[in-house]
């Protein structure tokens, strides 16, 4: 299932039959609930495969937030909407697929590089890491010992991201910081060199 507080936790599920052909899909919305993708500006993706941000609409919607008193009497300022802020793709049997948060995006050499992606391949190669950077660089920081092979790490990752390898650095590290819920800390990697 995949859920957002703001939506009371539950916005898609995946059926269990479906479970071993699709184990990374989210699923299709909940009953009552409807999902899909929006474009950078506000078109409706319909194609199968183009990512765009999922919306959802449904009753289990928040009416919004309120950070006074006077909030309160807005009323239902989302109007039954939420914009998750995750982008997603779907697939021709309707199946949903998250690809990455939309603020989470880098734009190197002209492509758009998800950093939670880099880290997904970066698994699927037998690394722990977090990925971070900006629009010239990306930054890998894998937890590995000392001895690591920088540069065949560094190769690997550029070419299966389609990159130049000079855009891509890797830093070795023992462990990477954590906060105490266990996710990583990114604002610590922001100020490691």
Aim: proline share 6%.
């Amino acid at each position: 299932m995949y859920g957002q507080t703001e939506a009371t936790a539950r916005i898609a599920y995946l059926l269990p039959e479906e479970i071993a052909q699709k184990p990374a899909s989210i699923g299709r919305a909940i009953p009552q609930g409807r999902l899909w993708l929006e474009s950078e500006q506000g078109r409706v993706i319909t194609e199968p495969g183009e990512v765009g941000e999922l919306i959802y609409a449904g009753p289990n919607v928040s009416m919004g937030y309120a950070q006074n008193v006077a909030n309160l009497a807005l009323g239902d300022v989302n109007d039954g909407t939420l914009r998750t802020g995750d982008l997603a793709r779907v697939d021709t049997d309707g199946c949903f697929f998250i690809e990455g948060r939309r603020h989470r995006f880098l734009k190197i050499l002209g492509l758009r590089i998800s950093p939670d992606a880099v880290e997904q391949i970066a698994a699927d190669k037998g690394f722990v890491c977090a990925a971070r950077g900006n629009d010239e660089q990306l930054v890998i920081h894998v937890e590995a010992p000392p001895s690591i092979a920088v540069d065949e790490v560094r190769n690997s990752m550029a070419k299966s991201l389609g990159l130049h390898p000079s855009v891509v650095a890797v830093n070795p590290l023992r462990e990477l910081p954590r906060l105490p819920t266990g996710k990583v800390d990114y604002q610590c990697l922001s100020q490691l060199a």
